[in-house]
């Protein structure tokens, strides 16, 4: 069951040391209660990179909760790294998981079906048809603006490892551009051979290794 901690840092400081977590992160499942546990047992453990990554799953997962949120901003608050910027559309939108919001667009589409289907056959009244068809395509545009919303989160990775080193082409060798701090979100723009081409907030790119950056949407 998710451990929800109250959303102040010195609350928060206090419930991640309570002991209610393994001190082992140990994932039972892929839900937001448990990557939410599992975050709260990384920031024990001071990985502060593991811990913003599991809390941003648990947030793509459950969106618009305070908790997540309070503890995911404290997290980077004491890291000393940014927030990535998210419109007013970004987070009204975002009332439900994708999961949920996949199936209220295939609900929607099926009632547009209905509805268009009962107008040919002449079945029940005008009004009925034509509220069930706006109601349907209203379920099917909310699905839609939410996979506007995600689409840049897909594409999202989570620094991971402590000064990350950021290199002017994928290889291991030759002197950084500059430096990535852990759990700082990047933006993944490509990949090659266990590199990944990342932009930072600021606009700076550059390659990294794969193993020093994971996405936040898992990939197999």
């Known amino acids: 069951m998710k451990n929800y901690a109250p959303w102040t840092a010195l609350a928060l400081s206090l419930?991640?040391?309570?002991?209610?977590?393994?001190?082992?992160p140990a994932q039972a499942?892929?839900?937001?209660?448990?990557l939410y546990n599992l975050a709260n047992a990384y920031a024990r453990q001071g990985k502060t990179g593991m811990a913003v990554l599991n809390y941003e799953r648990a947030n793509l997962l459950s969106p618009n909760d305070r908790d997540i949120d309070a503890n995911l901003s404290y997290v980077r608050a004491a890291s000393h790294v940014p927030t990535p910027s998210r419109s007013a559309f970004d987070r009204v939108i975002r009332i439900a998981s994708p999961i949920t919001l996949s199936w209220i667009g295939v609900i929607g589409l099926l009632i547009v079906g209905v509805g268009a289907l009962a107008g040919q056959m002449e079945f029940?009244?005008?009004?009925?048809?034509?509220s069930s068809v706006l109601l349907g395509m209203s379920m099917i545009s909310l699905t839609i603006c939410n996979g506007i919303t995600l689409w840049p989160?897909?594409?999202?990775?989570?620094v991971i490892t402590a000064s990350t080193p950021v290199r002017v082409s994928p290889v291991p060798m030759g002197d950084a551009l500059f430096m990535l701090p852990e759990a700082e979100t990047v933006k993944i723009t490509a990949e090659h051979e266990g590199f990944l081409l990342v932009q930072t907030g600021a606009g700076r790119t550059g390659w990294v290794s794969r193993s020093n950056v994971a996405p936040v949407v898992p990939r197999k």
């Not at 419930?15 to 082992?24: C, F, I, N, P, R």
């Not at 029940?124 to 034509?130: D, E, I, K, N, S």
């Open 15 to 24: 419930s991640l040391g309570t002991g209610q977590v393994d001190a082992q």
């Open 29 to 34: 499942d892929y839900s937001a209660p448990s």
């Open 124 to 130: 029940g009244h005008r009004w009925m048809r034509r």
């Open 153 to 158: 989160i897909l594409h999202e990775g989570v």
